[in-house]
Nanobody, 115 residues
């Protein structure tokens, strides 16, 4: 059974940075592309960034150049480095597979950007 555990969120001022981590159990992580998703209040869940098993990355337009997704296959962990955060980045952030059916969602990690 795959389990996803996100961490690293918090309250940060505009312009600040956070690094999110997602630890995955099970064998699915090393074979598949992974993605970070977010859901802001009153909005649907959206893809923020994705990374293939080989390290190719994609980004949603509003975060390109500010966010960096990476993965450590030996640790079954995917990261999201977020820089120059702004209020529009406030959301609950989740990780899951990318480009294939989702597995069970974790609890997510709250990111709040506010002065």
């Amino acid at each position: 059974q795959v389990q996803l555990v996100e961490s690293g969120g918090g309250l940060v001022q505009p312009g600040g940075s956070l690094r999110l981590s997602c630890a995955a159990s099970g064998s699915i992580f090393s074979r598949n592309a992974m993605g970070w998703y977010r859901q802001a209040p009153g909005k649907g869940r959206e893809l923020v960034a994705g990374i293939t098993s080989g390290g190719t990355t994609i980004y949603e337009d509003s975060v390109r150049g500010r966010f960096t997704i990476s993965r450590d296959n030996a640790k079954n962990t995917v990261y999201l480095q977020m820089n120059r955060l702004n209020a529009e980045d406030t959301a609950v952030y989740y990780c899951n597979t990318y480009g294939r059916p989702f597995v069970s969602w974790g609890q997510g990690t709250q990111v709040t950007v506010s002065s």
